[in-house]
């Protein structure tokens, strides 16, 4: 291993000791505690640090990284305090994720760290989407993206590089290549020779480096930062490495050969570098150990007041108040419900298209850091039109037509929430979001739960049947993701709606999915204020009162119930419009059991997991004294949705509507 000190000093070699020593001597106690049954679970990145501290040390403080579950040394060399690492790792309510997350699986915004989650190539998105922030405001930074060698197998990789290289961003991919996915060989991974070779494949500069040279990776590093800089393109690094331990301790290694061991121990970072120092005179036998006894103290001093925490008290109403970022107020904003008229908000006739397409524009123009993502959106103006014209008003940096990979966007969606923008991402069909599914579950919707950082993102979901348009562009998906806390799921059935829930998603700093009936596009009108304003989300409105039968509905079904009604004026139905399906605004549900004491639960999803059988088991729970007859649903058939017409209307809930009126009617 040849050390190339080329412009360091001796102090510089001696910061780049102290940095490389310090995460293997915590790592090392922490193998003791493990052992005790202090901590739970370690991923143990011995042999591998050079890596980690190099990159962070390359790179300036206020430049996000996104480290996986073996890079302490990017948290060491951020200096962040080790005292509150060691609670993080304990589990401890002061540690970054106040007790909700384990080992590595947290970040600070403080320090530009964003937190992994397990499923790994997710992270390498997040580094596209900051690395946009930097290029939209024309500053000269990079990010910074960690995988292993298995990690490259994943989707997301493939996606994340491919939105880099075609954006022309600022990012640094790093890729660990240790030999093992778990006790998985790199034979069984990939079948190039070397994973470098997948960056031409995308258009983009790489280099293979030696990874256990702390003196390589910081000149390589810093030398592809300042050209991913002035080049505004991204640049890929696969680091040579090995991994002393198990996958985690757990895993153990009795799955690699011996002799592997014994090659890449005479290549260790940390004692490689030592001698390098001891043989150059930079330090001598005694000033090595003199700084291993400095930190063998400062660990147990700092470890002596983590275990001095206090011990964990739950607190329920502080752990449900976390799910969500608080939102603020934004100026020039009014409230509006859709029973207001009034002389200071004039309105026109409009659709529910119109009125997205005006929440979005009158938002492009209110936030200068809100950006439209999305196949086709710019000069197609979309499959549905809807921003048809933007590009001309706003350009094509802030509406940016995508690769065809969801996945990618939507985590270049989050990248950018780190950075202070807001985005709207069009889904081009709420069908497709099983390919982006998750980064939205998994990564928007937990990370405010996790480490307090928002994700300023609104997902526009066209969905629903009644086009003709088959298994795979019609469903009704909405459901998949009123289970997911951190998610807030709006529906709008009208055109007053749809701006104002559109204008209030932009505006809240939590991760929004916007869903919007195809169907209603053109074919519903109705009064839209001029105004600048929001529909609160999260309540519901009474659209029609009645006195016979509540029917609790959203999208399409207001507009069923309400044709009902006006065939069968015999009946007084009383109709409300959940308008958001997460949160749900339980005391309208409530009230609306109260009017009738009868109710039907209307949708177009299957009946099977759809949002009624919810909605029933609440009311059951907690209105079943007001209740005079079985809560019913009213939902499509538990088949996919078919492209025939005829077949399509059978499917369809509105099919069952008067069967199931008839049988509350009668109970």
Known sequence: MDFNREQFSNEELIYLYRNLLLPRMIEEKMLVLLRQGKISKWFSGIGQEAIAVGATLAMANDEWIMPLHRNLGVFTSRQMPLNKLFRQWQGNKDGYSKGRERSFHFGSKRYHICGMISHLGPQLAIADGVALAYALRKEAKASVAFSGDGGTSEGDFHEALNVAAVWNLPVIFIIENNGY???????????????????????????????????????TIKGVRDYCINNQKPYFIECMTFRMRGHEEASGTKYVPKELFEEWGHKDPVKKYEQFLINEQVITEMGIADIRNEFKQYIETELADAFNANEMVVDTAEEIADVFAPKKQIEGVIELDNNQESSATPSREARLIDAISEGLHMSMEKHENLVLMGQDIAEYGGAFKITEGFVEKFGKERVRNTPLCESAIVGTCLGMSLEGFKTVMEMQFADFVTVGFNQIVNNLAKIHYRWGQNADVVVRMPTGGGVGAGPFHSQSNEAWFTHVPGLKVVYPSNPHDAKGLMIAAINDPNPVLFFEHKALYRSISGKLPQAYYEVAIGKAITVKEGDDISIITYGAGVHWALDYQEAHPEISLHIIDLRTLAPLDYTAIKEAVEQTGKVLILHEDNLMGGIGGEISAWISEHCFELLDAPVLRCASLDTPIPFNIELEKNYMAKSRLDQQVQQLLNY
């Open 181 to 219: 996915g778990l006790s998985t060989p790199v034979n069984e991974q990939y079948k190039c020779e070397q994973l470098v070779d997948k960056a031409k494949g995308y258009g983009m500069e790489g280099i293979r480096i030696d990874g256990n040279n702390i003196l390589t990776v910081v000149n």
